[in-house]
């Protein structure tokens, strides 16, 4: 059995907050280009907009490209099925 990547988080344990994050990606196992199910919604988070990322397969290296807004947490994995809001 093999695997093209691993990622580790760190939690709080009160509140389930990212503390730290690790990814590791192995050497020479890139994953052909393919869908991965990438899904964006705009919301408003704490009061302020704020968008929700989505991936149904692996997505490395998640960057937010806008003119105007700079994200407050980008150059993230998400991992398959899991959202995060920026």
Do not use: Y
């Amino acid at each position: 059995l093999t695997h093209d990547a691993t990622l580790a988080r760190l939690l709080d344990p009160e509140t389930d907050a990212v503390l730290a994050e690790a990814s590791h990606f192995v050497a020479g196992r890139a994953p052909a280009p393919r869908d991965i199910g990438l899904a964006v919604q705009p919301v408003i988070h704490d009061g302020a907009p704020a968008v929700s990322i989505t991936a149904e397969r692996l997505a490395r290296f998640v960057t937010i490209d806008d003119r105007i807004c700079r994200p407050a947490d980008e150059g993230f994995s998400l991992a398959p099925g899991e959202t995060r809001v920026v």
